[in-house]
């Protein structure tokens, strides 16, 4: 290989060819500059959103490099109708009607979610206003019927005041084991034409100076200032409510009773006497004479009187304006 020389050692200017090589440097320098963001953009495009479709199936759309100054400008002026995302990836720009976009459907649940919130927690404070509603309002009855002296008696039955009586109303064992201190007073009384049997309660006077009424509208009541049934004379006096604020009394109907019914007291001593009704009168509150109706018509005779109330009630003085008198004759 000595003293030879290789082909290609010597340079050897040649116009032509470097006008060539140029022209080939210049086109690759252009084609890399389109070809080089497209290949970046192709390599890296994100999903994009749901499409809908409506006459034709979208085409993900391909960026083709121009290798000339026409093609260029004409490629710049087609990315410019598109739109690019965050990361500066070309994404496909679409119509309105063509896009589906999911954005507000997320929008749309955290609405809904905070409306669902709000409502619970409206309900969870109704919950606890009802509750202090109802603790109060049950404390303020409590205190009412305090005020008003509503108790229990030995049996456990509720008792009110005359004036304003309880309506519970008075259980079996209640009845059964209810007894009375003195063994000569009236302890139970029955009266089967209506069905009924009752304690007997022992009463006085009230604060106004009147004869007192049973505490319960389901007990009658016998005044102690009048003969005690099952004497040979002398005229008994029992008691009872017609009627409560809101449930018939235990002589809602003696009205009913007619001449020859018979009505049965029983004492403590376990003694039964049986009287007859003899008859029946409504009287005015304001002619009412305590006197004659303790007294007997005959005064060798034992009679028993039922009393109760009748006739309107009255608003202004919040009571009956007049009383039923039952009269019956030991028999």
Avoid at 27 to 33: F, G, L, P
Avoid at 155 to 173: F, I, K, L, M, R
Avoid at 217 to 236: F, K, L, M, Q, V
Wanted: with cysteine; net charge neutral.
């Amino acid at each position: 290989m000595t003293g030879r020389v290789r082909k290609f050692d010597q340079y050897i200017h040649n116009p032509a060819r470097s006008k060539r090589q140029s022209a080939s440097k210049e086109s690759a320098t252009r084609t890399r500059i389109v070809e080089a963001p497209v290949k970046s953009q192709t390599q890296f495009l994100p999903r994009p959103k749901s499409v809908v479709t409506q006459s034709q199936p979208i085409v993900h759309k391909q960026v083709q490099a121009r290798n000339t100054s026409k093609d260029i400008a004409l490629q710049s002026v087609a990315d410019s109708k598109e739109r690019t995302d965050n990361h500066g990836y070309v994404v496909q720009q679409f119509s309105d009607e063509q896009v589906v976009d999911y954005a507000p459907v997320k929008s749309k649940t955290s609405k809904l979610s905070k409306a669902m919130y709000a409502l619970g927690l409206f309900v969870f404070v109704f919950a606890i206003f009802t509750s202090v509603q109802s603790f109060l309002f049950n404390n303020q009855a409590r205190e009412q019927v305090a005020a008003l002296g509503v108790n229990s008696d030995e049996q456990g039955a509720s008792e009110g005041t005359g004036s304003d009586p309880s309506e519970e109303p008075v259980s079996n064992s209640a009845i059964a084991n209810y007894f009375v201190t003195n063994p000569e007073d009236p302890r139970y009384i029955r009266i089967p034409d209506l069905g009924l049997m009752a304690r007997v309660k022992n009463l006085g006077i009230d604060s106004s100076g009147a004869v007192d009424a049973p505490g319960n509208i389901n007990d009658a009541g016998w005044y102690n200032g009048s003969a005690r049934p099952g004497g040979e004379y002398g005229s008994s006096l029992v008691l009872g409510h017609v009627s409560g604020w809101t449930a018939p009394g235990i002589f809602k109907k003696v009205d009913s009773l007619k001449p020859g019914s018979v009505i049965e007291i029983e004492k403590g001593s376990g003694e039964r006497i049986q009287y007859m009704v003899k008859q029946t009168r409504s009287v005015k509150v304001d002619q009412i004479d305590m006197s004659e109706i303790l007294t007997p018509d005959n005064p060798n005779e034992a009679e028993l009187n039922l009393m109760t109330c009748s006739g309107k009630y009255n608003r202004e003085t919040d009571t009956y304006e007049e009383r039923l008198v039952i009269q019956a004759i030991k028999i």
